[in-house]
C-alpha cells in the first residue's frame, strides 16, 4: 500500500493507494436480523437544501465501516441522521431498534473538531468523563467504577499522561485521542465518528484505527466518515461510498475500483500510471455544494 502524502490544512491533500487484499483484512461480520442501523429512502438537508437523496443502508452488529464520498457529498449528514441530531425529511430510520435518539445512552457521536469550542475550561479527564453522563444521570457523582472506566479509555488511546492538561492546548492528534477516549468511556453499542483520523499523523491514525479495531472484535458497531482510502482499504471490512446517494457498496476491492472511483468523485480523481489519485481538501469537510456546512450550522453551537 501507498500512503498518502499528509497536506497542510490550507492545502489539498493528495491520496494514492491500493486495495488491501481480503486476506489483510477482519472479515466481515454476518448481517443479523435486525441490523443495528436501517435507512430506508432517506432523504435530508439544510435550509430547504439536500444534502441526501434516497440512501438505503444496513450496517450489522459488529461491523467496521467506512463511510466516504467527495467533499458535500452527504457523509457527515447520514451520521447525524443516524445519530438523530438531523431528522430527515423522508424515508424511515431505525437504529437499536428503535427511531434515532430513543437509544442515545447505546451511542456515542464524535462530530468533526471544528464543532468543538476548544477555549472551554475543561480537562481531558474531564471530557472524558462526560462519556460516563449519560449513565451517571442528574444527580449522582461518578463511582469508582465510572473513574476505572475513564481511566481505561485515556490508557487505549495514550492520553493517560495528560488527563489534567486543559483541552484546548493539546495538539490536533491528541484532541482526537481525547475525544476517542470519550467515546470508548461511554462502553456504547454503536460509534458514530465523524472524520475521526483526518488530519492526524500516520502513527496517531494507526494507533487509533487499532484501537477501533479492537472496539469491533468485541461486537461494538463503528461507523466512520474519511477522506483517507488507504486507510479505508486498509483497516475497514466495508465501505459505503456517498455522494447525495449511495454510489456503491461493499468490500475496498468493489469500491475502490478505478470504474467506481470515478462515478464517486468525478473530477476529482486522476489515473496515472494504472493507479487512483484523489485530489481532495482533507480539511475541508462536507460544504454547501449540497447545502451540507463545514462548521456548524445555524440552530448548533459548538459544544463539547
Do not use: C
Not at 456504547?188 to 472484535?217: K, N, S
Not at 451540507?292 to 459548538?302: F, L, N, T, W
Amino acid at each position: 500500500m501507498t500512503v498518502p502524502s499528509r497536506a497542510n490544512a490550507e492545502r489539498s491533500a493528495a491520496a494514492t493507494y491500493e486495495p488491501v487484499p481480503a486476506a489483510g483484512r477482519r472479515a466481515a461480520p454476518l448481517l443479523p436480523t435486525p441490523p443495528i442501523v436501517s435507512l430506508r429512502d432517506v432523504s435530508a438537508g439544510y435550509d430547504g437544501r439536500a444534502a441526501i437523496d434516497s440512501i438505503s443502508l444496513d450496517v450489522g452488529v459488529g461491523s467496521l465501516v467506512a463511510v466516504l464520498g467527495p467533499n458535500g457529498g452527504g457523509k457527515s449528514t447520514v451520521l447525524k441522521v443516524v445519530a438523530g441530531l438531523l431528522r430527515p425529511w423522508s424515508g424511515s430510520v431505525e437504529v437499536l431498534g428503535a427511531a434515532p435518539g430513543r437509544e442515545a445512552h447505546r451511542v456515542a457521536y464524535v462530530p468533526q473538531a471544528e464543532l468543538v469550542d476548544w477555549m472551554f475550561p475543561v480537562t481531558v479527564w474531564d471530557v472524558v468523563m462526560m462519556g460516563r453522563y449519560p449513565r451517571l444521570g442528574p444527580v449522582r457523582r461518578p463511582s469508582a467504577a465510572d473513574r476505572d472506566a475513564v481511566h481505561e479509555a485515556l490508557h487505549a488511546v495514550g492520553m493517560a499522561e495528560r488527563a489534567r492538561t486543559q483541552i484546548g492546548s493539546l495538539s490536533g492528534g491528541q484532541r482526537r485521542r481525547a475525544f476517542l477516549a470519550r467515546a470508548l468511556a461511554a462502553d456504547p453499542e454503536l460509534y458514530l465518528l465523524d472524520e475521526p483520523v483526518t488530519g492526524v499523523d500516520i502513527t496517531t491514525q494507526e494507533d487509533l484505527m487499532h484501537v477501533l479495531e479492537a472496539e469491533a472484535v468485541r461486537g461494538k458497531t463503528i461507523v466512520a466518515t474519511t477522506h483517507d482510502l488507504a486507510a479505508a482499504s486498509h483497516h475497514f471490512d466495508r465501505l459505503i461510498a456517498v455522494n447525495r446517494t449511495i454510489v456503491a457498496t461493499g468490500s475496498a476491492g468493489e469500491v475502490l475500483a478505478s470504474d467506481v472511483l470515478a462515478r464517486i468523485y468525478g473530477p476529482h480523481l486522476v489515473m496515472l500510471g494504472g493507479q487512483a489519485i484523489l485530489f481532495d481538501d482533507a480539511h475541508h469537510h462536507d460544504t454547501e455544494a449540497h447545502g451540507e456546512p463545514g462548521h456548524h450550522h445555524d440552530d448548533e453551537r459548538p459544544a463539547l
